[in-house]
């Protein structure tokens, strides 16, 4: 997901699969039993007429126990060994304006238990006859061996299959190979085999490529698509002349053949590994490349062509080589393929995907622009190219046995984005922004009582919609907190040596979390590192039990405990825990700047004597925060921390001084310390200039922008954090030379970004003076002088002070701009303006498509509902508009859950509670779709904000009163 965009990673991920599951399902009841369409039975996949498909037999006639086509999970008596698969997609519609592909596979498999009923995935393909009127074709690898006759060949809907029943068993430890023509469609939903356009200079342009994960490879051809079921595969791809087609294996060779009368070329590929059908892609475009060789490996970066013409490509091309060396080292493991194709999508559904020697991106994550990208653009793109890269060890060469183990995928790959983009750019101190970007981010939604546990149960998660609720904050940002705090506790030598022989042990193969376990404990037991517990008693409190621990440190005592952290202390936690919401929690600590050695905490409470200080003294743990927990202390030390930050603040670790102020804010919302005692950690702002306080403290007053800025809160509170932010700005003006040069570390650059947006946020009249200057310097010369990481400030800052002018202006630029992430910046601007009449007809165009894409319109919405002026506004349109943007986005529903929190994110009066009552109630019949459970939290987040209003007000209104003047 993009930067600075208002959905998380995660969430985005989430709401996006629903959206294409939800496509999916619609498709998938109109399609399978009615195929009428033209198909073909001869290799040259040229389309004829088809026989109907023979129905299963009635749920009356069959016996419960055999409705093995019932369940979502494949038995396991028929093992996949080897594929071969040919298709063909058509870049150009059909008669009837449709996009297909079409497709000829046959599957070696493996009998391991006699069966008479073969099971493949299969969904949206419809078949044609191979022999003998039936829909597939069975024959044995050895000559020799009987094949028993097919009864009967099926689809089963629900359940994704296609369905072969036999007539006879199959023999155990007999080799089978199964063979198939199918044809699909290559619609544009961004799932299998799919299709994106785009135009250039002035001509469209198709493309077909894919998208596997988690369970669409079977829309792509009939294959046993679960992550254990591992093969080989020799792909071959038919297509255009004038097009290159792409897969997993390297290219070995491209002929030109007739089709009817039409002249394709033939693109075969080298076999792969043994692999899931997960990790499978397959290209066919215009794209253009750059390419290099590392070691053995060979480099590509794929594109449209004016991109890889202007440099885009470059950044990404020169970054991958080092970065997969360091995975190779780091892993102790070598690339095992001879290419490393990476490729840039203008449509997209994700940031990326691992898929094995072929990634695929979206074009903001791979190509890099120096005129157009900022500084937040290019880590984007380091981070997500060393994700994927991580991904090459941890998913595609050792593999989860299911999908309940996801986060080993994803946690590690997160993990490793920071180790793989500190080794691009080692000056950025990126490592340091885990805390921020991932431990921050997920103690939100880890501190609520409807969060789950890290690690699912194997049967808990069964059907396509439960796999793709599993791609979300828990998995991504928990599973690379608690990987981090593992490499912490264990040291980076040991966990390196437990993971590397990991690796070893299982590559090619598949594992569950405890495998991980057991080679961690076996790099501790070699090594004899000290730890209290075993790896497995340490970590599986922290993976099979939801959500995390305050420990409060009573330094008077050296009394120390533990506790669930929940942000609203009302909440009912009806999940049950294995260890009643205890953790063994390994705490680094320091006292009075001096640090300590580890100290664990194993029991709900403790005396650790060591703890206990007295005169000027102070305790401060959770260092760096490499745990994955937060912590309070008595009122003493607080103060202690407190005077520190406002005397001597370097004394605090830079990462623990964004820390205090995060707790303390958490803290106060769960009423476990005051309000004002929260607001306290940020007076010592002034004499700030490090990034991660400021981001803390600027995400945490957030809450207190939307909770008071139409209130009379808002002035004093302004008055406050101009007070607080000038210096900041004046720190920045002079380091710059007045704006002119670029901070050199990349957190300064970041905090730069900060300071200008919220002196302007705050009215501070020079900042807005600067930038309305430099925004009408590009109109009035049509050169754009701003630095790219300064654009997104200064376009928002620069509308929000100008008219009609300044808005036509960017609305210009944003139409006639190709560069994705310069389009973004603009579109995000557009919504900051404070005319109402501007923002009204933006929201118009936001449901025009001509005007704003698709799949940008939701988000637009929600854009304008963040400024305070376009609040009401989105809130009326998206209650008049209702059943309208249903019924019209309900299929791309991912963005329901983003829509009614936006719209209804300041929501905190008893009137707004009603209104809300009242929208639930009147569209109860056409409903809210994804957006069901969004709109009941909406409903009771109002309830809490309104009582956190009371509660707060007043005494925050007179802690801002007092605190300006002071
Ligand atoms: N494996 C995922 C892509 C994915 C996400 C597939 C959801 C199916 C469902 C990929 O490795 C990934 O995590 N991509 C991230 C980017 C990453 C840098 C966090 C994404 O797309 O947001
Ligand atoms: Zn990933």
New binding site residues.
């Given amino acids: ?1 993009a930067k600075g965009f208002f959905i998380s ?1 995660a969430v ?2 989430v709401c996006i ?1 629903a959206a294409v599951g939800a496509v999916a399902t619609i498709i998938a009841l109109s399609v399978v039993y009615s195929q009428e369409k033209a198909k073909n039975n001869d290799s040259n996949l040229q389309p004829t007429k088809p026989p109907p498909v023979t129905k299963p037999p009635g749920p009356t006639t069959a016996k419960p126990s055999n409705e093995l086509w019932d369940k979502y999970r494949l038995p396991s008596n028929l093992v996949p060994n080897h594929y071969n698969v040919t298709l063909r997609p058509r870049l150009t519609p059909d008669a009837s304006g449709k996009y297909i592909f079409t497709g000829e596979s046959s599957v070696e498999f493996h009998c391991a238990e006699a069966t008479n009923l073969i099971l493949i995935h299969s969904h949206k393909l419809t078949y044609s006859p191979v022999s003998n009127g039936l829909l597939a074709r069975l024959t044995a690898v050895n000559n020799g061996d009987t094949v028993p006759g097919i009864e009967s060949v099926w689809l089963q809907n629900e359940t994704q299959y296609l369905v072969v029943q036999l007539k006879g068993d199959l023999t155990k430890g007999n080799y089978y190979i199964l063979e198939t023509i199918f044809e699909g469609e290559l619609a544009d939903d961004l799932g299998g085999f799919y299709r994106s356009e785009y135009t250039e200079n002035g001509v469209k342009k198709v493309i077909a490529t894919t ?1 596997m ?2 369970t669409d490879a079977r829309k792509a051809f009939p294959c046993f698509d679960e992550p254990e079921m591992k093969a080989t595969f020799d792909i071959t791809l038919i297509h255009d002349l004038g097009t290159v087609a792409l897969s997993n294996g390297k290219e070995i060779e491209t002929t030109e053949d007739t089709m009817g009368d039409v002249k394709v070329l033939k693109t075969k590929f080298e076999r792969t590994e043994r692999m899931s059908t997960y990790l499978l892609a397959f290209i066919v475009s215009e794209f253009d490349f750059i390419q290099d060789n590392s070691d053995d490996v060979l480099i590509r970066i794929f594109a449209r062509k004016p991109a890889i013409a202007a440099g885009q490509g470059e950044y990404a091309l020169n970054k991958t080589g080092p970065m997969l060396k360091f995975f190779e080292e780091y892993y102790n493991y070598s690339y095992p393929l001879p290419k490393s194709d990476q490729v840039g999508l203008p449509d997209f559904p ?5 898929n094995w020697g072929l990634i695929t991106y979206r074009e903001t ?1 791979l190509l890099y622009d120096e005129e157009y990208s900022s500084n937040s653009d290019k880590e984007r793109i380091a ?2 190219i060393a ?2 890269l991580a ?1 090459m060890w941890f ?1 595609n060469l050792v593999t989860m046995r299911w999908w309940n183990d996801l986060w080993l ?2 946690g590690f ?2 993990y490793g ?1 920071y180790l793989g983009a500190h080794q691009a750019e080692p000056t950025w101190n990126i490592k340091d922004l885990i805390v921020l970007n991932d431990v921050h981010r997920v103690f939100a939604v880890d501190a609520l009582a409807s969060s789950h546990p890290l690690s699912s149960k194997e049967e808990d998660i069964q059907k396509p919609a439960q796999i ?1 609720e599993l ?1 979300d904050t828990i998995t ?1 940002s928990k599973g690379a907190s608690i990987v981090r705090m593992m490499s912490d506790f264990l040291t980076e030598d040991v966990f390196e040596q437990g993971f590397q022989t990991y690796l070893k042990a299982f590559a090619f193969q598949n594992t569950v979390y405890t495998d991980l376990w057991t080679h961690l404990q076996m790099a501790v037991d070699a090594t004899g590192t000290a730890l209290p517990q075993s790896v497995n008693n340490i970590m599986n409190t922290w993976v099979l039990q939801m959500g995390f621990p305050v420990v409060t440190i009573n330094t008077a005592t050296g009394d120390v405990s533990q506790k669930h952290f929940l942000l609203d202390p009302e909440s009912v936690v009806t999940t049950p825990s294995p260890y009643n919401y205890e953790w063994i929690v390994p705490m680094r600590w320091m006292k009075t700047g001096a640090v300590q050695a580890l100290t664990w905490l194993e029991t709900k409470s403790a005396s650790i004597p060591a703890m206990k200080v007295t005169g000027n003294d102070w305790v401060l743990a959770n260092i760096d925060v490499a745990g994955y927990y937060r912590v309070n202390y008595d009122q003493a030390n607080w103060d202690k921390l407190l005077n520190a930050l406002n005397t001597n603040h370097e004394v605090i670790p830079v990462i623990n001084r964004a820390q205090l102020v995060d707790d303390a804010f958490n803290l106060a919302r769960a009423k476990i310390i005051q309000t004002v005692q929260a607001l306290e950690t940020t007076t010592y702002l002034n004499n700030e200039t490090a990034y991660m306080p400021w981001a803390s403290a600027i995400n945490n007053l957030d809450y207190f922008y939307l909770m008071f800025d139409r209130s009379e809160v808002y002035g004093p509170m302004q008055d406050y954090l101009r007070k607080q932010v000038t210096p900041l700005f004046n720190y920045y003006k002079d380091l710059t030379g007045n704006w002119a040069d670029v901070p050199t570390g990349h957190m300064d650059q970041y905090n730069e970004v900060n300071a200008i947006s919220l002196a302007c946020r705050t009215d501070l009249q020079e900042c807005q003076e600067l930038t309305t200057t430099w925004f009408r310097d590009w109109m009035n010369t049509g050169v754009n002088k701003i630095h790219p990481n300064l654009r997104s400030t200064m376009y928002c800052n620069a509308i929000a002070t100008g008219g009609a002018a300044e808005w036509e202006f960017a609305w210009d630029k944003f139409k006639n701009t190709s560069i994705a992430a310069e389009v973004d910046k603009l579109r995000i601007a557009l919504a900051c303006t404070k005319q109402a009449w501007l923002l009204n007809r933006y929201l118009e165009y936001a449901l025009n498509p001509n005007m704003i894409r698709k799949q940008d319109a939701m988000s637009t919405i929600v854009y304008i509902a963040n400024n305070v002026i376009g609040q009401s506004l989105a809130w009326d349109f998206v209650r008049a508009r209702w059943s309208y943007i249903f019924s019209q986005y309900g299929s791309e529903s991912n963005s329901f859950p983003n829509l009614i929190n936006g719209v209804t994110e300041r929501f905190s009066t008893e009137f707004e509670l009603q209104q809300l009552k009242q929208f639930k109630a009147d569209n109860a019949e056409v409903g809210f779709g994804s957006g069901t459970l969004a709109l009941d939290q909406s409903i009771e987040r109002t309830v809490a904000n309104i009582k956190w209003i009371a509660e707060n007000k007043n005494n925050v209104l007179n802690w801002f009163i007092a605190e300006s003047k002071s």
């Fill in positions: 997901m990673k985005g991920i699969v998208q994960e988690a994700f940031g990326a995907m691992e994550a981070t997500v994700h994927e991904h998913s995928n994803e790959a997160t984005e793709n791609f991504y």
